[in-house]
């Protein structure tokens, strides 16, 4: 398939309330939409990473600029038969990797088009429903939290994941864990923590967690290790895991008991599936994360969480939970902790006017005679 054109867009979506987390305050969620022409199909992928430089070091401004300036030239007027060669066409560039799993998503709606083969198949699922969680922010109302947490209960979630911070953490836990004695509960901190906090840490252990989500530095897998030897709480790697290499690392040296695989952070389905093998071969539990992606985004995580290693609920919320509006004319919803998984992403039906209202960027490259325009 050879790519004619490419269009990128860096877009901006409203939530319904800002989302609060130990990194920031997100009221907008800035992403990036690329739109790959081939033979007569049109492809779209997203590349969801945050509009700041907190979660990793990319963002959605640079993913833009990297796209224009070097991913897209890369593979414009080429030929490729397989995602794998359009991934190994910008191996080469070190790092970007929503940038590139805008790219390579794109590339696998417009694979599984021309086969006319639904894209959970193609990668191997076992099923096209999955067991969704549901997320909630930093809530420092107690009662709001509280009312939160049994809309989630109400729904039938099957595990609720709670986002907490330093010195914001054990209470709302406490909160939670008193009103809810045995609501499956996970909480993420995202890097909040240091080894100097293990006697602090150690008094999660008492609330009975699914997993304690990259307590340490972000970049970090060896202190992760020890402090899995202090504390019973299971430790689930996120940030730390950007390849198939960082988690045959992790696994080795006993640095956590989960990992959490999400496609824009680690480059796509294909480093994704990776990744699957590894862990489903040393039994580590799995799921599927999120990045506030739009239904665009969501439709390739939904598909990837069908593989039979992902043993734990994905973090995929209905859109209406977030987004006041959606860039498809049918937005992904679950219903009472399911998730159907659509064949293809034509499912959800991308619709260009949103895709034009919302964009503060936009740039289209494609193959002019002896040239590049």
Request: hydrophobic share 40%; proline share 5%; with cysteine.
């Amino acid at each position: 398939m050879k790519i004619e054109q490419a269009d990128i867009f860096l877009f901006e979506l409203p939530l319904v309330k800002n989302y609060v987390t130990s990194f920031g305050n997100i009221t907008k969620k800035r992403s990036i939409l690329v739109k790959l022409y081939s033979e007569g199909l049109v492809g779209y992928g997203e590349g969801s990473s945050l509009p700041f430089p907190f979660y990793l070091p990319e963002y959605a401004d640079v993913s833009f600029l990297v796209l224009q300036d070097i991913i897209i030239p890369e593979i414009i007027g080429k030929s490729f038969n397989h995602p794998q060669e359009i991934v190994e066409s910008f191996r080469k560039i070190r790092g970007y990797s929503f940038a590139k799993t805008a790219v390579e998503t794109a590339f696998w709606d417009l694979y599984s088009q021309e086969f006319n083969i639904p894209l959970w198949e193609i990668l191997g699922g076992v099923g096209n429903i999955i067991d969704v969680g549901s997320n909630l922010g930093i809530i420092r109302d107690k009662q709001k939290l509280i009312d939160e947490v049994q809309k989630k209960v109400d729904d039938l979630t099957p595990r609720i994941k709670l986002k907490i911070e330093r010195n914001w953490d054990i209470k709302p836990i406490s909160i939670i864990r008193e009103n809810f004695p045995t609501v499956p509960l996970c909480v993420d901190a995202n890097s909040a923590y240091t080894l100097k906090d293990i006697p602090h840490l150690k008094e999660f252990d008492q609330f009975n967690l699914m997993m304690i989500e990259q307590p340490l530095a972000w970049d970090d897998i060896i202190d992760h290790a020890e402090l899995q030897q202090h504390i019973k709480t299971p430790i689930c790697l996120d940030e730390s895991i950007l390849s198939a290499e960082d988690a045959r690392r992790a696994i080795k040296i006993k640095a956590c008991q989960i990992i959490n695989i999400k496609p824009g952070r680690v480059g796509g389905l294909v480093e994704a599936k990776k990744i699957h093998d590894i862990c489903l071969k040393n039994k580590i539990n799995i799921w599927c994360g999120g990045m506030l992606e739009c239904s665009v985004g969501r439709f390739f995580n939904l598909s990837i969480a069908t593989l039979i290693g992902y043993s734990l609920p994905a973090d995929m919320f209905s859109s209406y939970d977030y987004f006041a509006d959606d860039i498809v004319d049918f937005p992904y919803a679950s219903f009472q902790g399911k998730a159907f998984v659509p064949d293809n992403l034509s499912n959800f039906k991308v619709n260009d006017e949103k895709v034009e209202h919302y964009s503060i960027a936009k740039r289209q490259i494609r193959v002019l005679p002896d040239k590049l325009c």
